[in-house]
């Protein structure tokens, strides 16, 4: 039998939780504290297994239609040398499919479109214990600093900074290098995003500038200055980095509230799993509420908790371990390490 949820939080977690809970005939109210959807945000890499859990929720088709496959990315030293491969043709020869990346407003809107009901905007939650009251379920899918959180699993997650902040824009043109150039403290990314255009990311110490960043890339391979010439700086987005440490004893709480996506395991976007590992969440959860009905629903939220948290928190570790090797100020050790990777 089907009940009644409200998910808070329309990102891409709360979105595909909704589409989850909405294929096995749920009624659901979706809340969100902004007057609509954010149209901004980086490109996002979605990994094989979360392309078929896009699938499941029966949305890879309008998905991939928007997508664009991430097939040669390097990773080069400042001045070009290339230092070693993403392993990203082992993902495609192992999955059969490509890793693909997508806009974040594009794979918002393939969400929503898929939707059946709509968002209600400008709901601010701020203690979802009432929440719990009304509905037989509640995903807390309200990101980093979630209010669900916050309300009902105590304080043992905090939000850390991790002194990494991140310019991220689009150019207009497609660059014919990708992957990400690593610099001593600081680096640079290049993705596809759509046909003619390239996804970019600047990541410096906290305290830097967008006025300091074309000093900080002076001098570095084609295209970063031109790209950071070409550009306005006003149109630059700014990306604090942070992540939710220590991580969760669960996910799940009282047989009735469940969180998914930055709300569960907020990660450093170092290994581009942000946007994969809430839709794995998303799918995971919404299968087991299914497979047990709202009589089961305490079951189904030890089943989602047992499939997806420590899998999600070793993403998120890998994650941060992997923007501590990156932003180190002792590159000449890491460049020697990374030559070391298989090609
Ligand atoms: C505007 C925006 C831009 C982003 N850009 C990037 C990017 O460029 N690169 C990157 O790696 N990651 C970015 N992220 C984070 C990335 O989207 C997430 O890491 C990933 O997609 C997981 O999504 P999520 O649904 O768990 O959380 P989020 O995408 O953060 O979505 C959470 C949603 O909950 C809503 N919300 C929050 N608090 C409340 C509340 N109290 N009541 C009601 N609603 C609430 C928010 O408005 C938001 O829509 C961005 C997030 C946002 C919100």
Redo the contacts with the bound molecule.
Sequence with gaps: MAGSAVV???????LATAIGLRRAGWRVTI????AEL?R???AFGIHPTAQAALDRLGVGDAFRARAVPYRDGRIRTPDGRVLASLPLERIERRAGRPELLIS?PYLLDVLQAALDVPVTYL????DATSLAGAHDLVVG?????S?VRATLFGSRGEVRRVGTVTW?GVADFESAVHGETWGRGRFFGLTPIEPGRTNWYAAVPEATDAGDLRALFAGWHDPIPRILSGTDPDSWIR?EMRHLFPALPTFVHGGKVAL????AHAMT?NLGQ??CT?ILDAEALTRAVARHGVSGLPPALRAYDAERRRSAQRVAFGSRTLHRFVRTERSGLRDSLVRLLPS
């Design positions: 808070v939080g329309a990102g891409v977690g709360g809340l969100d504290r902004r954010e901004y945000g980086t974040r709901e601010n939650v701020s899918a309200d990101g980093i600093n209010a991220i990306y998914v996506g930055d709300a976007p942000g946007a809430a």
